[in-house]
């Protein structure tokens, strides 16, 4: 008999394991690297554009009024780089979206993908514990999709301040916004990722799963408009309120994941 | 022989549905263990309680020495299972699933990287091991299942239907295979519906219905529902006073023509047939061939489980 002794791996290890596997998965899956690239290149491209144009362009007497009543405190500012600093922001909010779009389909087709490949029964008979595997799939999915959005938000902060503007480059480095990217983007993730993971237990559809987790970016394209047309004004304590509460329901939606993610309910139950 | 998996009335209940109803079972070190039953039966819910991959609703079980329940881990950590479904990712190459799941049995990297190769070059997929697995036939994917599923030297190694679908080369090549398991006194718990295979490789087998109808060597098993019995071939061909020499001899119970043929039943062949042989040389007759009458594990399976159909 062979010396070798079997145990369940370090969570480290595991989790390593995992990510590389998935990773791999990913990449050799042209559809998925191309709806993860898409979202963001697209808004990185537009909202550099739009910053650029800005600059370029002096804005109409009727533009200028309309943002005045839009955002009272640009009131005193010059009127090129109110817009300018204007159009930064709302793209600002339109990068919130990476966070929610990005992960929440890496997540659907892990599960769905490994659903549809018969592959969860051997995985599940390793010593592994099904926690520790569903968080090793979180972070999966939610590595690279942080990683996408802190990468356009830098190449994003670069070109604006290449542009010049200083009220586009105040608004993209105000602390609101940092506080945005490095906090809320990794919990906005979160909470998509095990939103994917927990749609993908009760759908067999990576389509159907996609549109009932579209679902998500709901509230944020909500805020966003609701910031842009003056109606709510995000300041830092807003966004310190919104953090926690991202924390909370953070939590609540990996417990019930987690819930759903037994390999008795994975096995018996998942169709 | 040390037991290595015991039940106690193992029962599991899906809501109304009683799928495995209080089985009792002993599995021996080192033997090859057959499990029958029809579609349906409730084999594969068994296979998932003793790889604690599901929770009995009552009822005990101990297997590799750990209890289910109480040392789930560790049972996973000491078992295989080879799964109806392949069940491989396919866009990576032989080499990297078999890595990812030693990885998973917390097999060391040295480890990982020996094990992969052995197993890969003992089911001959070794010159394949960078190709994804997507481009492999059947008969190798399940090659790679069964790789997997050894790849950590489990105690006990739970096959089901691992030759289904094969090709006869590839079929042999997992039947050595488990030959080979039970020579390193491995034990291996093999559900089959190639009730040939069964015949061929396993030392007991379980008649399963829910519940265990009957466990038995599958020979001994013949020789209580049908007897031993000879066949005698003539030439050219038998006589009716070759059959009466026959029943003439002590220990013969039934003796009959068939095709061509003489079938002698008794109760102690070994000592019987030297005496046929030597009555029917002495009597004339030309004998061609004496070959023991088995009948087929089909009717001993079709005999047992079917009353309960």
């Not at chain 1, 709302?90 to 389909?105: C, D, K, R, S």
Request: with cysteine.
């Amino acid at each position: 008999m062979s010396a070798i002794v079997a145990a369940s791996p370090a969570r480290p290890t595991l989790v390593r394991a995992v990510c590389v596997r998935e990773w791999r998965e990913a990449l050799g899956n042209k559809l998925l690297v191309g709806m993860t690239l898409l979202p963001p290149v697209v808004i990185l491209a537009t909202g550099v554009l739009a910053v650029g144009a800005a600059a370029i362009n002096p804005p109409s007497e009727r533009d200028v009024q309309a943002l005045y009543a839009a955002a009272p405190a640009a009131a005193g500012l010059d009127p090129k780089e109110a817009v300018q600093g204007f159009i930064a922001t709302y793209f600002l909010i339109l990068f919130m979206l990476i966070p929610t779009v990005v992960p929440l389909t890496m997540a659907i087709y892990s599960v769905i993908g490994e659903k549809s490949a018969r592959t969860l029964e051997p995985l599940l008979a390793t010593p592994v514990g099904v926690g520790d595997l569903l968080f090793a799939k979180s972070l999966a999915s939610t590595v690279p999709s942080v990683l996408v959005t802190w990468l356009a938000y830098a190449i994003y902060l670069t070109s604006v301040i290449a542009l010049g503007s200083h009220a586009a480059q105040n608004a993209v480095t105000a602390p609101r916004w940092i506080l945005a990217i490095v906090v809320m983007v990794p919990l906005l993730t979160l909470l998509s990722v095990n939103l994917g993971i927990l749609i993908s237990t009760r759908v067999n559809d990576v389509r159907v799963a996609q549109q009932i987790g579209g679902l998500v970016v709901v509230p944020v394209v909500a805020l966003g408009i609701a910031q842009v047309t003056g109606r709510v004004v995000l300041d830092n304590g807003a966004f310190l309120q919104m953090s926690a509460f991202l924390i909370v329901v953070d939590v609540a939606v990996f417990w019930l994941a987690k819930v759903a993610f037994q390999r008795e309910n994975i096995l018996v139950r998942w169709r | 022989m040390n037991t290595v998996l015991r039940t106690d009335k193992l029962t599991k209940r899906f809501g109304e549905l009683v799928a495995v109803d209080g089985i009792d079972l002993e599995v021996r070190e080192g033997e090859v263990f057959g499990f029958l039953g029809p579609n349906g039966a409730g084999k594969t819910t068994t296979l998932r309680l003793l790889c604690a991959l599901i929770g009995p609703t009552s009822g005990s079980a101990e297997v590799a020495g750990f209890r289910l329940g109480r040392d789930d881990p560790k049972i996973r950590a000491s078992v295989g299972i080879l799964t109806e479904q392949p069940g491989l990712y396919e866009r990576q190459s032989a080499w990297e699933n078999l890595i990812f799941y030693a990885t998973l049995y917390g097999l060391t990297s040295s480890e990982a990287s020996s094990q992969a190769e052995r197993y890969l070059r003992l089911m001959g997929l070794w010159e394949r091991r960078t190709e994804p697995v997507a481009t492999f036939s059947r008969g190798m994917k399940q090659k790679m299942a069964i790789a997997r599923a050894a790849l950590h030297e489990p105690r006990i190694l739970f096959l089901d239907e691992p030759t289904t679908g094969l090709d006869p080369d590839a079929a042999k090549t997992v039947r050595e295979f488990i030959v080979q398991l039970r020579g390193q006194g491995r034990t291996v718990f093999l559900c089959t519906h190639n009730l040939d295979e069964a015949d061929r490789l396993c030392d007991r087998i379980a008649f399963f219905r829910r519940n265990v109808i009957r466990i038995a060597d599958p020979d001994e098993l013949r020789a209580e529902l049908y007897g031993r019995a000879t066949e005698i071939r003539l030439l050219p061909s038998p006589r009716p006073e070759d059959l009466a020499l026959v029943r003439a001899v002590p220990g013969v119970r039934e003796a009959r023509f068939e095709n061509g043929s003489i079938i002698v039943a008794s109760a102690d062949p070994l000592r019987t047939n030297p005496q046929l042989i030597r009555a029917l040389i002495e009597g004339g007759a030309q004998i061609a061939f004496v070959t023991e009458r088995k009948p087929h594990l089909e009717d001993v399976y079709l005999k047992i489980v079917e009353p309960l159909e």
